[in-house]
């Protein structure tokens, strides 16, 4: 009987099953290993962010870090990135949506967030991101399992499609398995500076417009999208642009 063909998704599935047990600093040095200078950090310095960033530089790795300049974030977020890049020497690579705020508003109408935050985010943080990853065979992202339902199954290691002609990029998750304590407890030895909206509120920060702050002790996502049904910008999934399953239409289609 032949083998079964290898294939991205198979190659991920088997890098994961290897992988799951080990230690975190070993999973960054075996992904150095496979996926070389090829590698990138996706990460919106938030708290497993830079968590993930504290051990990459500590272990002497220098992976550019790909930051979604959505051009809705708080002034504090990008404060604090330019903070952490100067901290811990970063090579921080602002990734800009194809139009600026006032271009989309004057095409698609103020406030998209407000009215279809699905297309929102897909023009100003998943078209971009997926551009950038098309120059990458692998990235690394703070994904935690415990952040919410919607992540509790993520694998350490998987294969995210970018495109329908095939495309795609291998997915590396070193914190799947971290808990939200862990996390809290790295961040207070580690000696780095917090986010100011941590201590307000804030444990999960995203585009301002679509970020509130939540009850001490409440789901650290809680605060994302609040309201709306809404968990994920887009970023980890494998659906792309005019793929049916997104369901999304398109900006022409918006625009009506
Ligand atoms: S998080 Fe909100 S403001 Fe940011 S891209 Fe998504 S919908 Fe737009």
Redesign the pocket.
């Known amino acids: 009987m032949s083998a079964e063909p290898s294939s991205p998704t198979r190659t991920a599935a088997e890098l994961s099953r290897a992988w799951e047990e080990l230690d975190t600093r070993e999973i960054l040095r075996r992904a150095h290993s496979r996926f070389g200078p090829r590698l990138a950090v996706g990460s919106a310095f938030g708290k497993d962010g830079v968590v993930l960033l504290h051990l990459l530089r500590t272990q002497g790795y220098d992976f550019p870090v790909l930051f979604l300049d959505?051009g809705?974030h708080f002034p504090e977020t990008l404060a604090y990135r330019d903070e952490l890049a100067r901290e811990l020497s970063l090579s921080v690579v602002n990734l800009s949506p194809s139009e600026s705020v006032d271009a989309q508003g004057a095409r698609l109408g103020a406030e998209?967030?407000a009215r279809n935050?699905d297309l929102?985010?897909e023009?100003?943080?998943v078209e971009p991101m997926r551009a950038a990853l098309r120059g990458y065979s692998a990235w690394f992202t703070g994904l935690r399992r415990d952040q919410s339902p919607a992540r509790a199954a993520t694998p350490v290691v998987e294969w995210q499609e970018l495109s329908s002609d095939g495309a795609g990029v291998f997915k590396v998750n070193p914190l799947a398995r971290w808990s939200r304590g862990a996390v809290e407890e790295y961040l207070a030895g580690s000696g780095l500076p917090a986010h100011p909206l941590w201590g307000r509120g804030y444990p999960s920060v995203?585009?301002a417009?679509?970020t509130r702050a939540v009850a001490p002790g409440a789901p650290e996502r809680e605060g994302r999208?609040a309201g709306t049904g809404k968990t994920e910008?887009g970023i980890h999934g494998s659906a792309w642009p005019g793929r049916p399953s997104l369901g999304l239409p398109t900006p022409a289609l918006a625009a009506d």
């Open positions: 959505t809705y998209l967030f935050p929102c985010c023009l100003r943080k995203g585009c417009p679509c999208w910008c």
